[in-house]
């Protein structure tokens, strides 16, 4: 009878520390599947905060008549969706004619301010979507036309992750409201 009670606390005490073994293993999975998910909540807040830095950016430099810090923003080809501003159609362009176009229409004498918000991003990978609504003038306060034109829409740009960060591989606006002067927006003085 000893030899038996003897067994079973022998068995007893080697089931805790196993159970004991089993626990600490678990915890240990427990904290490595926290520090995991840790880490991609970090990695998923760093990837938004930098899409709305590009996003945002694009239209600081816009505005700021930057073009060549303007262009960094882009993938080398990019798909446009500007049918509710200025009719047409979808479009793929080069980064290169996009920003192009703005230095034509957005000329020295033409001031402009894009001012944006209410971001809601959506990342999947190295590709990502972003909303956001938008608010933009055009004022020309001298020369053959003058006035000030207005615009308020919705954006969504979708993005890629590049070796160098996120890079915008296209644009849509959806324009709910516009004011003003429509000549302001797509006058341009001849050369």
């Not at 068995?11 to 490595?32: A, D, F, H, K, P």
């Not at 505005?63 to 446009?80: G, H, L, P, Q, S």
């Amino acid at each position: 009878m000893a030899k038996i009670l003897s067994l079973l606390i022998l068995i007893g005490i080697i089931g805790g520390i196993g159970l004991m073994i089993g626990r600490t293993q678990l915890s240990e999975v427990e904290e490595n599947s926290e520090t995991r998910s840790a880490q991609v909540s970090q990695q998923k807040l760093a990837d938004e905060m930098e899409i709305r830095r590009v996003v945002d950016e694009i239209d600081n430099a816009v505005d700021a008549k930057d073009w060549a810090k303007a262009r960094t923003f882009f993938t080398d080809r990019v798909n446009t969706d500007f049918t509710s501003l200025a009719g047409g159609k979808p479009a793929q362009i080069t980064a290169d004619e996009l920003v192009g176009g703005w230095r034509t229409g957005l000329y020295a004498d033409k001031k402009s301010f894009h001012l944006r918000g209410n971001h809601r991003i959506q990342t999947g990978g190295n590709r990502a979507e972003a909303f956001s609504k938008a608010f933009a003038f055009n004022l020309l306060e001298k020369g053959k036309v003058t006035g000030l034109w207005e615009v308020w829409g919705n954006y969504t740009h979708t993005l890629e992750r590049t070796k160098v960060g996120w890079k915008v591989s296209g644009m849509t606006l959806e324009v709910i409201h516009q004011r003003g002067d429509e000549k302001v927006r797509t006058f341009v003085p001849e050369k």
